[in-house]
């Protein structure tokens, strides 16, 4: 009889409130929600002195994105719960060493290579094998991201080997 009750019990799941997916997520959104309260507190800059957007927009945005991006990956682990793993992939470990590496060619040769390079190594330790795919992605999302920061923000990039050949043509 004790087992039928233990087993019963065990088949009720817990409030949603305390399950893991949920608590992630929370912290997650109650940060970017407090961050982006504080982004109300900035100053506007007069429009002569304003190079793109506004100081205040692009944290807004990114925030919001965020907070967007986050809830639909916990309404996604609502659906397709999570797997509780005792190790982390190898690849989790490898994205982590490409970070250190992104900002040491970041540093030395140039911005917009360790974009490409960052590119390529996390799509192919993630598990991308096709070549063709890989240079493409090492070569569209960098120039969306250098078009993004040049022409809408009004962002200069830092010299490097590629960005001093564009800066001066």
Do not use: H
């Amino acid at each position: 009889m004790n087992n039928v009750q233990k087993q019963k019990r065990a088949n009720k799941s817990l409030p949603f409130f305390f399950k893991d997916e949920f608590k992630v997520s929370f912290v997650i959104i109650f940060i970017s929600v407090t961050l982006l309260i504080s982004t109300f507190t900035f100053d506007i800059v007069p429009p002569i002195l304003n190079r793109g957007i506004q100081p205040a927009t692009f944290p807004k945005g990114l925030l919001f994105l965020i907070i967007i991006l986050t809830s639909i990956v916990y309404y996604l682990s609502i659906k397709n719960p999570w797997k509780i793993k005792k190790k982390l992939p190898n690849s989790f470990f490898l994205t982590m060493i490409s970070f250190v590496l992104f900002v040491v060619v970041s540093k030395t040769l140039d911005f917009f290579l360790a974009i490409s390079f960052l590119s390529i190594f996390i799509s192919f330790c993630w598990g991308e094998r096709r070549v063709f795919y890989l240079i493409v992605v090492s070569i569209i999302f960098p120039i969306i991201v250098f078009i993004f920061f040049e022409t809408i923000l009004g962002l200069r990039f830092p010299p490097g080997i590629i960005t001093n050949i564009y800066y001066q043509v």
